[in-house]
């Protein structure tokens, strides 16, 4: 296959399934790329974005170790939209340019049939570019504000408060190319994740 290989951006909201999904791509044979995990990357201790972190948010933030205290800075962030928009300045560039050097190393491997970047942030960070399609993972509102209590044990408050804190659903379903709705079982996410991939790889090899 050439080096042109497709690459889909995979995105959606809270708890809408986005990591499942990318997992099932991979089961496939999908070469994955997580932008949560290029997150954590750039703020390892002795990283500069992680001081700059500090420097915006204070020591509070860090553990005694030195490691950034995700939970702590989620806190913060989602309770002032401020410190969100600065979070994100801090670590979009870093996380960018790291993205970038991953996903044209694989686009240009051999023998991968599909490059998947998992990133919650893609439209928010106009990463859109970086990728050649995108699919958005749809929820049910009520689904979803079941699963993130469940899954992160918020109370309602402050799961309502993390959704609330996101670009609305609907604005990302109008940009995707491709919807999966996740309101329903993990049997029936699969059947629609198969569905996909088989078109996906069916339109790559007859380029």
């Known amino acids: 296959m050439s080096a042109d290989k497709l690459i889909l951006g995979i995105t959606g ?3 809408s399934g986005k990591s499942a999904v ?3 791509f991979a089961a496939h044979g ?6 949560d995990l290029l ?8 990283h500069p974005v992680l001081q700059q972190l500090v420097k915006r ?4 933030v860090l553990w005694k170790n030195g490691e950034l205290d995700r939970e702590r800075l989620g806190q913060i962030i989602f309770a002032d939209k401020l410190a969100r928009e600065d979070l994100n300045r801090i670590t979009h560039p870093a996380i960018a340019k790291l993205a970038i050097e991953k996903l044209q190393q694989l686009k240009a491997t051999p ?6 970047y998992e990133a919650p942030l893609l439209f928010e960070a106009g990463a859109e570019g970086r990728v050649d399609q995108v699919l958005v993972v ?17 109370d309602e408050t402050a799961a309502r408060q993390r959704i609330a804190a996101q670009m609305p659903q609907e604005e990302k379903l109008a940009r995707a190319d491709y919807v999966i709705d996740n309101s329903e ?13 088989e078109l996906l790889v069916s339109e790559e090899n007859s380029h």
């Open 185 to 197: 079982s993990l049997e029936a996410l699969q059947l629609r994740v198969d569905e996909l991939w």
């Open 30 to 35: 999908a070469a994955l790329i997580d932008a």
């Open 57 to 60: 948010f204070g020591s509070e």
């Open 22 to 24: 990318a997992r099932m």
């Open 111 to 116: 023998g991968i049939p599909l490059v998947v």
């Open 39 to 46: 997150a954590r990357e750039i703020v390892a201790p002795g």
């Open 138 to 154: 749809k929820i049910d509102p009520d689904v979803q504000l079941q699963r993130l209590m469940a899954r992160d044990g918020l």
């Open 13 to 15: 909201n809270i708890a």
